[in-house]
């Protein structure tokens, strides 16, 4: 399963069809990053260059010239090497990159100084990913300043800088079949780390202990990465929204939230469970769970075509707030509540963001000020949670020190949705039958 050379191919179409007349676009790839001494983080991609060439490879520059008679996707990468492909593996190359990836034509990235300032000379406008990288921007107008060097001769350079972001994004934001395939997979990998987990859970571990297991389910699996930081947050940590620790010991009695996906091929997976320890609720630990499992399933019915975006995150604080002023955590009128943003003191993120090849994927939420129209192909998290402090005086002793999160993945389809993260236990009773057996 994986994205075929002719969908990457109809991308950089579609993105060309919609630039301005006489534009030129230009991406690079993700420079490698140091983590320590000479020892480089794991290489991944820029999303926006994968999600237009499948290239995986660093030190690499995709040129699109829509209306180019000689081709209008030039790429520039990485010559064949017999050196460094020894130390560091195989490099695709500019010859085999035509074929591979479906470009027009590619170049060494050596070249790419003498080369793209020709490129550029002519075109009115050009497209970056403008104020994401320093160096690359500098590096543009460079290019640019070669051309104007040349203005008495006759060269023409741009006039117009646009942000290449906007029109990407938009088409980033809806995911094609083969994408929502991937996903699935990813949550379903997720779905099967979170059981593992689930299942190792037992008083005296570490949170690490619980990380190492879905860290294995992923890699086994064929995901080598999670998609974020993750949190194994156990008792008062789970009320640290992105506690990232990892290291406290699992306490009998006490809740363990759980907020970990992976990355397959490139796409993400973002699960939240949050469960005893000891694999049995206590009446207050279960009386919160259950009205922030009505909220999670009340916003996820909302998610359909033509629903605002906003609509499942206002479904989570109508249930919640009722449910808070129901067990007197807060009291007044739910309406009032609401208005005057009570309920902030418990529940103070929004109910999810956008997935996809980024965990916070990307895309507008709001149109000309307005909160957008769900369409089929979007994909979302649900994710509401109560959190009540250890520190929280004004609610009794009892509910001190419970954070409770559950989150799932939603595609939006053309009847509803879809929830891509079924098949993990949800219910209390699912969850305790689920850690008994």
């Known amino acids: 399963m994986s994205i075929k050379k002719s969908e990457f191919i109809k991308r950089r179409k579609d993105l060309m069809a919609h630039m301005e007349a006489d534009s030129i676009a230009i991406l690079a790839a993700t420079k490698p990053a140091l983590r320590n001494g000479d020892a480089d983080y794991a290489y991944r991609q820029n999303s926006d260059f994968y999600y237009l060439t499948g290239f995986a490879e660093a030190e690499a520059v995709l040129v699109l010239i829509p209306g180019r008679e000689k081709g209008e996707c030039l790429l520039f990468c990485q010559e064949k090497d017999e050196v460094k492909e020894l130390w560091n593996g195989k490099l695709l190359g500019p010859e085999a990159a035509i074929k591979t990836l479906g470009v027009d034509d590619s170049f060494p ?60 994004h938009e088409m980033r934001l809806v ?128 998610i359909k075509p033509e629903a605002h975006w906003d609509d499942p995150h206002n479904r989570t604080v109508e249930v919640i707030t009722a449910g808070l002023v129901e067990l007197g955590l807060l009291k007044g009128k739910v309406e009032t509540l609401i208005e005057e943003g009570a309920y902030r003191d418990f529940y103070m993120h929004r109910a999810g963001h956008w997935l996809g090849m980024d965990v916070h994927d990307v895309g507008d ?45 939603v595609a939006v389809t053309r009847k509803g949705s879809e929830i891509l993260t079924d098949g993990l236990a949800k219910t209390v009773d699912e969850i305790e039958s689920f850690m008994a057996a």
């Open 175 to 302: 995911k094609s079949k083969t994408e929502l395939d991937l996903m699935r997979k990813s949550g379903q990998i997720a779905v099967a780390a979170h059981k593992r987990a689930m299942q190792a859970c037992k008083p005296g571990i570490n949170e690490y202990e619980l990380e190492a297991e879905y860290l294995y389910e992923f890699a086994r699996s064929g995901s080598r990465a999670p998609a974020y930081t993750s949190i194994v947050a156990g008792g008062d940590n789970a009320c640290i929204l992105h506690y990232i620790e990892n290291n406290q010991t699992l306490v009998d009695g006490d809740l363990v939230l759980i907020d970990a996906g992976c990355e397959y091929e490139y796409y993400a997976s973002d699960i939240t469970r949050t469960f005893p320890v000891n694999g049995k609720f206590s009446p207050e630990q279960k009386a919160i769970y259950e009205v922030v499992l009505e909220a999670q399933l009340e916003a996820i019915k909302t």
């Open 109 to 168: 990235i050596t070249d790419i100084d003498d080369i793209l300032p020709g490129l550029i000379e002519g075109r009115e406008r050009v497209y970056s990913p403008m104020g994401k990288d320093e160096a690359f921007d500098h590096q543009v107008m460079e290019w640019v300043r070669v051309i104007r060097s040349k203005v008495r001769s006759g060269a023409h350079p741009p006039g117009e800088f646009l942000v290449l972001d906007h029109l990407l």
């Open 365 to 409: 939420y709001k149109i000309e000020g307005n909160w957008r129209l769900l369409e089929p192909g979007m994909v979302m998290t649900v994710e509401p949670g109560i959190y009540i402090s250890p520190k929280n005086t004004k609610v009794d002793k009892k509910w001190r020190g419970i954070g409770i999160r559950i989150e799932d993945d």
